[in-house]
């Protein structure tokens, strides 16, 4: 039965990416290498997050949804003592499908002098939070221990910032620290759909400049008890907004990230509901236009799978709302068009490595799945435009010489000392079992 079953899911799955993707040698015709995956390491769930651990041993931190921190050899073995387990801080998670768990892991920038962690989870519901809303998600600091720098201090945590979420979805959740020294935490719009419902105001979350809900935040952590605000926040005075915004008008910025080259710009791909998928390059300040726009469109709260002709270009104070740098259609919202490439986007990073310079500067990105039940996530990447003013980005999916396609889920990214980077993986739509990856983009 069981056997049979994955038969015909294999089928349906060839068939879907014969109908969608052209296919294109995956070498170049000058006789570069290819790209391809290298499995490094396996056994995990959904892991969301992979970092260096800063002390000099090129080993890697892998975040794992479900609670689990893991050390890694540079060569992919597994340390049997993890570096954090913080299964118990978490709040109750659904065994299935669910966006709450460990979301984000960092590292203070002087990691090596401080010790300093950071995370963002999702906490068990406050008391001071409605009773109807879900959880809480807590964004902390944590030390080492004082001779171990791969074992978290359990007792070491501040809490530096929580906020109440009405729905167990869209949360975001990345946390990285921007070249100014900051924290950027990426927060998602509360959950539901349309940005409406329990816990969200009538103009949505995205535009309220009174909640942290649909935004990224930027805090010193350096500064302050927890932590302190930037003078040059957009709301630092707390008159127009909250002072911990930095940019507004999110969705679900699932995953975000700093170039570590170029002009270090910071990188969002902003999940879309149903019609379009996004990348934004964050501003200060800059208003990304949920739920009024979906990625280069009218968003419509009445109807979503038809973009309104016509809607404001401008926010609430006459800010302009501010496109993505790039769109792909949505298979969820868009079916029977070939163009549509997947159903939620996963944020990547700028490649900055050496192993595969035909990526040098592009954006490397995916997508969760092509579809919600079966395991078929795809790569992309995206090039900037070399014409003057030209502000949008291209996309071409990234293939592989080999495997051809990853058959899994893609969770999420990440990027070594040296800038190589690597794909994280769940063969599940569910945060059960053991079928997480972790794999290196490789030349092939
Ligand atoms: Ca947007």
Known sequence: MKTKLFARANVLLASICLLNFTPRPASAADGTPGIGLKLIAEGFTS??????????????????QIGIISVLTKEGAKAEQPFFDVRSRLTKLIEGFDERGLLGLALHPRFKENRKVYLEYSAPRRDTAPSD????????EFRVSENDAARVDPASERVLLEIDKPYFNHNAGCIAFGPDGYLYISVGDGGNAN????????????????????KILRIDVDRGNPCSIPSDNPFADGKKGRPEI?????????????????????????????????????????????NIREGFHCFNRQDPLHPLEDCPKVGASGEPLLDPVLEYKNINGQRKDPEARGISITGGH??????????EGKYVFGDWSRNFVLPDGVLFVATRSSAPGEKKWTLEPLELVSPKKIGAFVVGFGQDAEGELYVLTNGRNAITGSTGKVYKLVPM
Do not use: C
């Open 47 to 64: 892991p969301t997050t992979l970092i260096p651990l800063d002390d000099g041993s090129g080993r890697l931190l892998v975040a794992d």
């Open 133 to 140: 809303w879900d959880s809480t998600l807590h964004v902390s």
């Open 195 to 214: 940005d409406e419902g329990r816990g969200h105001p009538p103009q949505g979350n995205g535009q309220d400049t009174t909640v942290l809900l649909g």
């Open 246 to 290: 930095f940019a507004y008008g999110m969705r679900n910025a699932w995953r975000i990230s700093f170039d570590r080259g170029g002009n270090h710009e910071l990188f969002a791909g902003d999940v879309g509901q149903t019609m379009f998928e996004e990348v934004d390059i964050i501003v200060k300040g800059g208003n990304y236009g949920w």
């Open 350 to 359: 700028v490649y900055r490595g050496k192993a595969l310079p035909q990526l």
